[in-house]
């Protein structure tokens, strides 16, 4: 059931239009954007995905489909969107060149550069390398290595090479362009999630520990105060110029930072820096709605857990 604010919000006419782009499983996240005043679209290929219990689905086109910036300038004129939020790597230089046209939407995402540089994992090691080689695991000699796909997400595509031998019969078949290869780090896995101004400043950030992973996607994690972490995320954000929301994603060991990757969007644990305290919808109705909202960073819980469930859904085709 909706609260009386809700109802009245929508009666009035000034609940604001949040689109998601490529949404797919993120019920948690349109529902904090629900009880935050906002109606939820989101553009999928087509209804059959979980969030079609909360949002109207937009059926869209595929990533590679040359039409598929005029698609999503079209959905956002005739469905009247106030923010556009892009929520798959691949995504991300899409709604960027979108928002070169749309003036009046706001689409929060970082530029096209910084976001292809995010995403193409070949384009962020050569950044990484020519500015943060310290942090970056670039692959060496030793073994074993961690092969990526360079357009790859999450954990798919990605497999282990344990010696020479192993590396040989895997050079016979793949393009090295078509991967990135990594030294395999062993440490306590993390994600960061921050919030970047229009400034390119970044406002906070949450440091949790990934204490249980499954297909890409954390299932257990814990909020931790962690000075490296923070001071880390800021410096690489900040020279990035990153814009809006964002996950890194780090490698701890005994006496090492390590950078993975970073995702220029809503990561996918996000919700629990939302439930610690970290309010990065009131964030974007600061900067970009005009309201009035105090926020003083570093004061999100600590030590806060996640534990998730499974949930179906049903459909029929």
């Known amino acids: 059931m909706y609260g009386k604010r809700f109802i009245k919000q929508l009666q009035e006419n000034k609940m604001k239009r949040v689109l998601f782009v490529g949404a797919g499983r993120r ?4 529902e904090w954007f629900q009880r935050s005043g906002y109606t939820v679209f989101s553009y999928e290929l087509n209804k059959q995905v979980p969030i079609s219990s909360i949002a109207t689905i937009i059926v869209g ?3 590679n489909d040359p039409l598929i910036e005029k698609d999503i300038i079209n959905v956002v004129k005739k469905h009247k969107i106030d923010l556009v939020l892009p929520l798959q790597d691949a995504a991300i230089p899409i709604c960027a060149k979108v928002k070169t046209i749309l003036q009046n939407c706001t689409i929060l995402t970082s530029d096209e550069t910084v976001g292809r540089i995010c995403f193409d994992k070949l384009l962020f090691e050569l950044y990484m390398t020519q500015r943060f080689c310290d942090i970056y695991p670039l692959a060496t000699l030793q073994y074993p290595k961690i092969y990526k796909p360079r357009l790859g997400y999450g954990s798919r595509g990605l497999f282990v090479v344990n010696d020479f031998y192993e590396e040989s019969k895997v050079k016979e078949k793949i393009s090295n362009r078509q991967y990135v ?6 440490g306590n896995e993390y994600s960061v999630d921050a919030y970047f101004s229009k400034e390119k400043l970044m406002i906070d950030c949450v440091p949790r520990q990934r204490l249980r992973v499954g297909d890409g996607e954390v299932i257990s994690s814990l909020t931790e105060d962690n000075s490296s972490l923070y001071q880390t995320t800021k410096r690489v954000g900040e020279t990035l110029g990153l814009k809006g929301p964002a996950c890194f994603q780090y490698i701890l060991t005994e006496d090492k930072i390590y950078m993975i990757e970073i995702n220029a969007r809503f990561g996918g644990g996000v919700i629990l820096s939302f439930q610690a305290g970290f309010d990065i919808i009131r964030l974007i109705d600061c900067e970009y709605f005009g309201k009035n909202v105090s926020y003083i960073p570093n004061l999100w819980k600590k030590n806060l857990l996640m534990e ?10």
């Open 27 to 30: 019920v948690s996240l349109g």
């Open 308 to 317: 998730r469930v499974n949930r179906e859904y049903f459909y029929e085709t």
């Open 61 to 63: 086109l595929k990533w």
């Open 181 to 186: 290869i990594q030294q395999q780090i062993i």
